[in-house]
C-alpha cells in the first residue's frame, strides 16, 4: 500500500495546549467555519514553522464565500452509504448508550463530518487552477456565523484510552481502507473521530460491526473514491466563482494538501463513514 500520510494525526499539535499565535489562529479557524474542534490538518501544519499562519491566510477566503457549506449538502446525498441493520435503540444488539451518551456522540460526530467535508471542498476548490466555465453564486453571506456551536467532550490523548480500546479505535480506523488492523499504516494514522468516541468503546465496537459488511464489500472505499472525484469537481466550480490570485506555499504542504484531497484513504473516507454514522444515529432515534 503506498503511503498516503505526510503526518500522524495522534501525535501532531494538541489544539488544547496550543498557545500563542497558533491558538489564535485554531480560533480562528474555529470561527470562520463555526465548528467546535480543529482537525488534524491544521495541527499538522501547526507543527512545521509557520506553515499554518500561511496556509490558513491563503485558504480562509474559500471559508468566507460559503460556496464550500452550499455544496456540501449535495456531496453528502451522493455519497451515503446504507445504514446498518441493527438500531442502536434495539436492545438485544445496542451497546447500552443513554440519552447523554448519545447527545455526546452526535455532536462529535456531526462536528467532524462539518469540519471534513467542508474542508476536503474548499482545499480541493484551492488546489484547482482557474479555467472557464460557470461559476457557483454565492448563496450566503461572506461573515461567520454567530450562533457558537456547543462544546464538546475531550478529545483522548493515546495515553489516556487503554490498550483494549486502542485496539478498537485501530480496528474500526481500517474501515473505507484496503488494510487490517495490523497494517502499520493505519496503526499510527488513526483519524481523530475515532479518537474522540473512544469514550464509548462499545459503540465503537457496534461501529465496526454495523459497517463491515459495506468494508468487506467494499462499498466504503468506492464511494471515498466518488467523494474525492465530486469534490473536485465542486473545488472546480468554487474556483471559477473566485478571484485569481497568486500564492506561493512551501512544497510540504501543498504536499499535504493534494493527499488530503486526493487521497480515498484519508479526509474522504471520514466523510463518507461519518455522514454513515450520523444517518444511522438518527434512524435508531426515529424508530
Known amino acids: 500500500m503506498t503511503q498516503d500520510f505526510n503526518y500522524d494525526p495522534v501525535t501532531v499539535t494538541d489544539e488544547a495546549t496550543a498557545t500563542?499565535?497558533?491558538?489564535?489562529?485554531?480560533?480562528?479557524?474555529?470561527?470562520?467555519?463555526?465548528?467546535?474542534?480543529?482537525?488534524?490538518?491544521?495541527?499538522?501544519l501547526a507543527s512545521w514553522d509557520n506553515c499554518l499562519e500561511q496556509t490558513w491566510n491563503a485558504v480562509k477566503p474559500i471559508y468566507l464565500t460559503r460556496l464550500p457549506d452550499t455544496v456540501l449538502p449535495e456531496l453528502l446525498r451522493q455519497t451515503a452509504l446504507s445504514v446498518p441493520k441493527f438500531s442502536l435503540d434495539n436492545h438485544g444488539s445496542s451497546p447500552k448508550l443513554n440519552i447523554n451518551d448519545l447527545g455526546n456522540i452526535k455532536s462529535i460526530v456531526a462536528a467532524y463530518n462539518r469540519s471534513n467535508g467542508l474542508n476536503l471542498i474548499a482545499l480541493a476548490a484551492f488546489l484547482t487552477p482557474t479555467t472557464e466555465g460557470d461559476p457557483i453564486s454565492v448563496t450566503q453571506s461572506s461573515e461567520p456565523s454567530s450562533t457558537s456551536p456547543s462544546a464538546l467532550k475531550a478529545l483522548l490523548s493515546r495515553i489516556q484510552i487503554d490498550d483494549q480500546t486502542w485496539d478498537l479505535v485501530r480496528q474500526v480506523n481500517t474501515l473505507g481502507t484496503n488494510s487490517s488492523a495490523e497494517n502499520i499504516v493505519y496503526q499510527g494514522h488513526v483519524a481523530t473521530l475515532w479518537r474522540h468516541l473512544a469514550h464509548w468503546p462499545s459503540f465503537l465496537s457496534a461501529v465496526d460491526r454495523g459497517f463491515s459488511p459495506q468494508q468487506k464489500?467494499?462499498?466504503?472505499?468506492?464511494?471515498?473514491?466518488?467523494?474525492?472525484?465530486?469534490?473536485i469537481e465542486m473545488g472546480i466550480q468554487i474556483a471559477r466563482s473566485l478571484k485569481p490570485t497568486e500564492i506561493s506555499?512551501?512544497?510540504?504542504?501543498?504536499?499535504?494538501?493534494?493527499?488530503?484531497?486526493?487521497?480515498?484513504?484519508?479526509?474522504?473516507?471520514?466523510v463518507v463513514i461519518g455522514h454513515g454514522i450520523s444517518n444511522w444515529l438518527e434512524q435508531s432515534n426515529h424508530q
Open 217 to 231: 464489500a467494499g462499498i466504503i472505499h468506492s464511494m471515498s473514491l466518488r467523494t474525492t472525484a465530486l469534490a
Open 20 to 44: 500563542g499565535i497558533t491558538a489564535d489562529i485554531f480560533m480562528d479557524i474555529r470561527q470562520t467555519m463555526n465548528i467546535p474542534v480543529v482537525t488534524s490538518i491544521w495541527r499538522a
Open 249 to 270: 506555499l512551501p512544497a510540504k504542504v501543498l504536499q499535504v494538501m493534494h493527499n488530503y484531497v486526493n487521497s480515498p484513504n484519508q479526509v474522504a473516507r471520514m
